[in-house]
């Protein structure tokens, strides 16, 4: 179920939507003092591309003083703009019975997109080790 809702994502919205972000990691990488910033926008993209079956999870430590203080100037330079589009792109998805999974998704995306910093990305369901062998 969960390939199907991605391939339904990626048609549409999803590829939108990790390639703004990735886009934005190239212009994070290209300004050398914010490449942080381009290496989680990388990341988020992979996610936005591909989102059912992995979740957001914060990292063991947190972000940090400098991770804190980067998410505050994502925020205040990129992170509250892309909020926007994903709020604006979960309400045209909402329209529909089959986009209202979608629209879930992209709302489920907004912390990791206002804060990126600090934050991994997970598969949800991880293979049972037997730990008996």
Do not use: Q
């Not at 990691?25 to 996610?47: K, M, Q, V």
Request: aromatic residues 12%; hydrophobic residues 55%; positive net charge.
């Amino acid at each position: 179920m969960k390939t199907l809702l991605n391939v339904i994502w990626l048609v549409f919205g999803g590829f939108w939507l990790a390639l703004s972000y990735f886009l934005a990691g190239i212009l994070c990488c290209i300004l050398i003092i914010t490449i942080p910033w381009g290496i989680a926008s990388f990341r988020i993209a992979g996610y936005a591309l591909w989102p059912f079956g992995r979740t957001v999870v914060d990292k063991p430590g947190g972000p940090g003083i400098a991770g804190t203080l980067g998410n505050v100037i994502w925020i205040l330079v990129a992170g509250i703009w892309i909020v926007i589009s994903h709020v604006t792109t979960a309400f045209a998805m909402a329209i529909t019975i089959i986009g209202i999974p979608l629209a879930i998704a992209n709302l489920k995306m907004i912390p990791i997109s206002l804060m990126p910093l600090g934050k991994e990305i997970v598969p949800t369901k991880r293979p049972f080790v037997n730990s008996y062998r």
